[in-house]
């Protein structure tokens, strides 16, 4: 098909299974296959009806901190722990086609998808002699990779992977991507996403003889490929594809190709780019392609199987694939503002985000602040709708890791105060408007609340730029259970209460769809809705499996806190605590 072949054709075309894009890699897409980013509307917000989240008072208490968990609520160390307590988008993965400097702009990319992941990162190449060779390493972008490693992974075709775990010491033998040999050769694979079906499949595949090495999902899809009968190597893929549930987008390399897929609801992002040079790039994010100075063409479509390799671009194969689902949450927090995901401005929706919460939640008051960063765009958009200075009233430390010396003698909020320091000329004597992107558990926003009114706020209003968070995540995103989620467990004036602020307001729901128009049912609101588009049939692993293979040792109460109960179905209930601990030894 030629160059020119417009989106719409594209779609038309995907579902006979066969397109080619662009016959040659080397030569630069004059005129790309690019679905434009799509300006947000903004709604006529004076005119929505529907109830806003949001809870006043008119005594201006601070709450005394209870803490829901046993540690005590002056036990600093629980704040690193809870790492903010935000939401954790798990990976974000890169795959390069047809650069000489391909494991270099690998390891940049990765650099631009740092904040998907901070706990490992690997990148795996194809030398001179069609062998594969791998570097992997846990910690940050830069303290895993240096000019003598990148100058071991020669060659013009690569892929990367930056890690995110809840555990608390990272495996490196479970930091992406994955290397494995098979009878037709040797594929590596980096995953960004989760399966909800992972240990029926682990299972049915030890049951048949195969042999895990780590404790990750990924590892099930490299299993899948290799015993797989279908000929030639992409239609592994599509068949291992065939067998998942739930969110994937991943890249996979072979001797001579590079192929990247996404699941067929969409869940989770996935790019493609292409460099002057005719290099053609995935990844997670826009960001990672300005940072190479690869030029954005369009998503990998949900469901779709893009090849390359000498004979171009193919998107050869579709998946059946129904409505898309895509994670909102990429705009709310995940996603990096200067991105393009899913079509639209990351900015852009959270600065309407802002401008929808002035509009519906209005307030009196002196001056808007960010928790920062995430918080910052939608603060802008409240002040702007506001008309309302912004000002920075919390400076957020960027040099402060996961553990720190604790001090002799307790200080209260100890761990807040070492990552966001007040600005007491902003706040003192004024009424204050503080934008968020979440709340979570609460803990930290309490925290953060009292560590205003201690630097002479007169009132705090807090104002959450996305609704609230009642269900835990199945789809790549670490979340707490149910169970510890605050707006699970409280109304919004319990939760003003808890949090010790004058108000509180959420985004509402209905005002986010209204604002997404026509596209509002291509994404996914599980985690505010708790209605699931692919419904979780097991319990899943979020810390337990680094924490057993790891070697660490303690009592079954120490770990449980990793397990994530899904909702109570048929399948759910067949799943008995005896079923926990076997998985476990």
Known sequence: M?????????????????????????????????????????????????????????????????????????????????????????????????????????????????????????????????????????????????????DQLPGDLAIGHVRYSTAGSSMLKNVQPFVAGYRFGSVGVAHNGNLVNYRKLRAMLEDNGSIFNTSSDTEVVLHLIATSKTRPFFLRIVDACEKLEGAYSMVFLTEDKLVAVRDPYGFRPLVMGRRSNGAVVFASETCALDLIEATYEREVYPGEVLVVDKDGVQSLCLMPHPEPKQCIFEHIYFSLPNSVVFGRSVYESRHVFGEILATEAPVDCDVVIAVPDSGVVAALGYAEKAGVPFQ?????????????????????????????????????????????????????????????????????????????????????????????????????????????????????????????????????????????????????????????????????????????????????????EAGKLSSLT
């Open 392 to 576: 920075q009233g919390l400076i957020r430390s960027h040099y402060v890791g996961r553990t720190f010396i604790e001090p002799s003698q307790k200080i209260r909020d100890f761990g807040v105060k070492l990552k966001l320091s007040p600005v007491r000329r902003v706040l003192e004597g004024k009424r204050v408007v503080v934008v968020d992107d979440s709340i979570v558990r609460g803990t930290t926003s309490s925290k953060i609340v009292r560590l205003l009114k201690e630097a002479g706020a007169k009132e705090v209003h807090m104002r959450i730029a996305s609704p609230p968070i009642i269900a835990s995540c199945y789809y790549g995103v670490d979340t707490p259970s149910s169970e510890e989620l605050i707006s699970n467990r409280m109304s919004v004036e319990e939760i003003r209460e808890f949090i010790g602020c004058d108000s509180l307001a959420f985004l509402p729901l209905d005002s986010l769809k209204k604002l997404l128009g026509e596209e509002s049912t291509d994404f996914c609101y599980a985690c505010f809705s708790g209605k699931y588009p692919v419904q979780p049939k097991e319990i899943k692993v979020k810390r337990v499996g680094d924490f057993v293979d790891d070697g660490l040792n303690g009592s079954l109460e120490s770990i449980d806190g990793g397990w994530v109960q899904a909702p109570q179905n048929q399948d759910a209930q067949k799943v008995s």
């Open 2 to 150: 030629a160059a020119t072949t417009t989106a719409t054709t594209i779609f038309s075309d995907l579902s006979k299974h066969s397109l080619s894009i662009n016959s040659n890699p080397q030569i630069p897409h004059k005129a790309p296959l690019s679905l434009l980013p799509k300006t947000l509307q903004k709604p006529y917000l004076s005119q929505t009806t529907h109830k806003t989240h949001i809870a006043f008072s008119s005594k201006n208490p601070i709450s005394d901190l209870v803490s829901t968990d046993k540690k005590s609520p002056d036990d600093f160390s629980s704040y690193f722990d809870d790492d903010d307590e935000k939401p954790r988008e798990e990976c974000g993965v890169v795959g390069i086609y047809g650069d000489p400097e391909a494991s270099r702009l690998c390891y940049l990319a990765l650099h631009a998808l740092q904040h998907r992941g901070q706990e490992g990162a690997g990148i795996v190449t194809v030398n001179d002699n069609k062998v594969l060779q791998s570097v992997t390493g846990v910690g940050l972008v830069s303290e895993v990779f240096n000019e003598s490693k990148l």
